[in-house]
């Protein structure tokens, strides 16, 4: 299974609320010097910032499985929506194959019967590679019934 880290991690996110906190305080001085247009403008990206926040966390992660078994190959992705989408292969016929244009892009795909399915999508340049082997004898298992 493959899935996306999250951009804020909690440490993170209380380093937001403290820096809201400090953008609050100073606002405020402005306020109390006759500038209250800045108290307002604050209170406006307060409040865009914490919609924000609040709908990132309320958000499903993305996931990734590869199941394999010597009946089939299974792509199962579940999206931010929590819609579930999957797509079968075949085991004889599914291959995985690589394809990198540089150091920072590295891709793999599934292909069979003229489909091909992008794989490890959450997942870095580096993590893809470290993947490949896994997948390709997770493939040659399943092709050759060696999976349950």
Not at 67 to 79: F, K, N, Q
Not at 81 to 98: K, L, N
Request: aromatic letters at 6%; a positive charge; one cysteine or more.
């Amino acid at each position: 299974m493959s899935a996306p880290r999250s951009s804020i991690p909690p440490a993170g996110r209380w380093m937001v609320i403290g820096a809201l906190a400090l953008t609050l305080l100073v606002s405020l001085r402005f306020l109390l010097l006759g500038a209250w247009p800045v108290m307002i403008f604050a209170l406006l990206d307060i409040g865009a910032l914490a919609l924000a926040l609040h709908l990132f966390s309320r958000s499903q992660v993305e996931q990734e499985w590869l199941r394999a078994s010597s009946t089939g190959i299974e792509l199962v992705r579940v999206d931010g929506r929590g819609r579930t989408h999957v797509d079968s292969f075949p085991p004889v016929w599914t291959r995985v194959e690589a394809r990198s244009r540089s150091e920072t892009d590295f891709q793999l795909e599934l292909v069979a019967s003229g489909r091909r399915r992008p794989i490890g999508l959450c997942l870095t340049a580096e993590e893809r590679r470290e993947i490949h082997p896994h997948v390709q004898r997770l493939l040659a298992k399943a092709g050759s019934r060696q999976l349950t």
